[in-house]
């Protein structure tokens, strides 16, 4: 299983890297053509927007992987070991929560989609919407593997 995730983590860090790749070279494209030759290009700005929404998606599934999303380390920090565990089992189950709400909602804005194309290059709106599924099912997962090791690292220090 550890591996599977080393290999998933490995994949979204490159992807992301290569969403970011993508829409710095194509906004270069695109200020260049515009400014430089007069002749600005339409699906240069679509191919970033989906460069971009499906970064961020990939990029707070990274944040729930990794633990590093924004919080208030002081009150956690003046806390016992019993009160770091309710909040991080607060906070997890929250996160899942969320997480899992945001992939069934995406299931309607997907299949709304399927219905219309982006103007510039044809490319079905759903792949715009498509991030959310996949944002929700993986900070789904990482959001229950960190809820789990909130209990299993008790047992483990116990033993």
């Known amino acids: 299983m550890k591996k599977i995730l080393r290999m998933l983590d ?3 860090e490159v992807f992301s890297v290569a969403s970011l790749v993508i829409m710095l070279s194509l906004t270069v494209y695109q ?3 515009r400014y430089v030759f007069n002749k600005p290009t339409s699906w240069s700005e679509e191919i970033t927007l989906f460069a971009l929404v499906w970064f961020g998606y990939v990029a707070m599934a990274i944040g729930v992987r990794k633990d590093t999303h924004i919080s208030l380390e002081f009150l956690y920090d ?3 070991a019993k009160g770091k ?5 607060f906070r997890y189950s929250l996160l899942l929560i969320l997480a899992v709400l945001m992939t069934g909602y995406s299931f309607p804005m997907i299949k709304i989609g399927m219905t219309n194309n982006m103007p510039a290059t044809e490319i079905s709106r759903a792949v715009l919407y498509a991030p959310a599924l996949v944002g929700g099912l993986l900070m ?13 690292k008790e047992k483990q220090s116990n033993e």
């Open 85 to 89: 565990k309710i909040l991080d089992i």
């Open 78 to 80: 003046h806390l016992g």
């Open 140 to 152: 789904s997962l990482f959001s229950l593997i960190n809820l789990i090791e909130v209990f299993t």
């Open 10 to 12: 490995r994949f979204m």
């Open 31 to 33: 200020v260049v053509m």
